[in-house]
């Protein structure tokens, strides 16, 4: 299993933002709970998404084009 966090400073707007995320990998075919979950951590304000070995490019694309996230 591959973990990308992407930390946050605003809960709210963080929130709204991984939904997005899901979505955005609902887009590229993925399966919630099946090809990737995630979870929102507000005590270590970051939300964490984790991708199984067999979508090892999404995972990496996922990390390129949103990692940078930081409010």
Not at 23 to 50: A, I, M, T
Request: aromatic share 18%.
């Amino acid at each position: 299993m591959i973990r990308v966090e992407i930390p946050w400073d605003d809960q709210r707007n963080a929130a709204q933002y991984a939904i997005m995320l899901s979505q955005w990998c609902k887009e590229q075919g993925l399966v919630d709970r099946k090809h990737y979950n995630w979870q929102f951590k507000p005590s270590e304000q970051v939300s964490v998404f984790y991708f199984e070995d067999h979508v090892e490019s999404y995972a990496t694309l996922f990390q390129l084009k949103w990692g940078d996230y930081s409010k």
